[in-house]
């Protein structure tokens, strides 16, 4: 069973606020990541961490930033929220005991900006 | 470059039915293959995986075998049940030391009673 927690898992927020949506594991690993799913289902990549103080742009450009103090800690940060910006928001950790080869997701946070 | 391209869903079948959703790959080097499942309002959960040509991954009556020949990963079930209706991923992770996931568009399967 993974230890990884999002919150909130649903926010309602209106245009031009600020939000951080938190994203927290228990599990020690390194590499973290947040994906963007749209209402088609697929998965984007728009932030990664190979550890504190590290982040890298995925393969979606987002006007979301990241940051990486502590290893357990992922926090996403949307400046002025849009309402393009309304999307489900997955987190995820990868685990170096398995070489990285799964990775383990949270419940997600579904962003509704009105 | 490397992507995972899934069969178009929807997928509706009735319970005890045979169920297959195919997966096809394109990746440099030896890629690491997974499906992965989405229950309604949940994150993604690991179903199995396959890390070597020829390897099969099997979980909860599900099966997926890496063929390297046809670059395929088709997952099947035997006889589905209602709870197995959710959203299933391919992904595959692009050969050693790379640290990220590529994920197919999903194929959302619904099981009728």
């Known amino acids: 069973e993974a230890d990884i927690y999002q919150t909130p898992r649903y926010l309602v927020i209106g245009t031009g606020k600020k939000i951080t949506l938190e994203c927290s594991q228990t599990m020690g690993h390194d590499k973290m990541y947040w994906y963007q799913q749209d209402p088609g289902m697929e998965l984007h990549l728009i932030h990664y961490s190979y550890g504190v103080n590290s982040t890298e742009k995925g393969d979606l450009s987002s006007e979301s930033t990241v940051s990486r103090i502590r290893t357990e800690h992922f926090p996403l940060t949307l400046e002025s929220a849009r309402p393009s910006h309304t999307s489900q928001y997955l987190c995820?950790?990868?685990?170096?005991?398995?070489?990285?080869?799964?990775?383990?997701f949270g419940q997600g946070t579904r962003l509704t900006v009105v | 470059g490397n992507s995972v391209t899934q069969m178009e869903g929807p997928v509706t079948l009735s319970e005890e039915a045979f169920l297959t959703i195919n997966c096809t790959y394109t990746a440099t080097g030896y890629p690491s293959l997974f499906w992965y499942v989405q229950y309604p309002g949940e994150g993604l959960q690991l179903l199995l995986k396959a890390t070597k040509a020829d390897d099969k991954g099997s979980n909860k009556g599900f099966e997926a075998t890496y063929r390297k020949e046809t670059t395929s990963f088709h997952l099947e079930k035997g006889s589905v049940q209602v709870s197995d209706s959710a959203v299933y991923f391919c992904a595959l992770r692009p050969g050693q030391g790379a640290q990220k996931l590529v994920f197919g568009q999903g194929t959302r399967l619904t099981i009728n009673p």
């Open positions: 995820a950790s990868s685990d170096p005991s398995r070489g990285y080869t799964e990775a383990f």
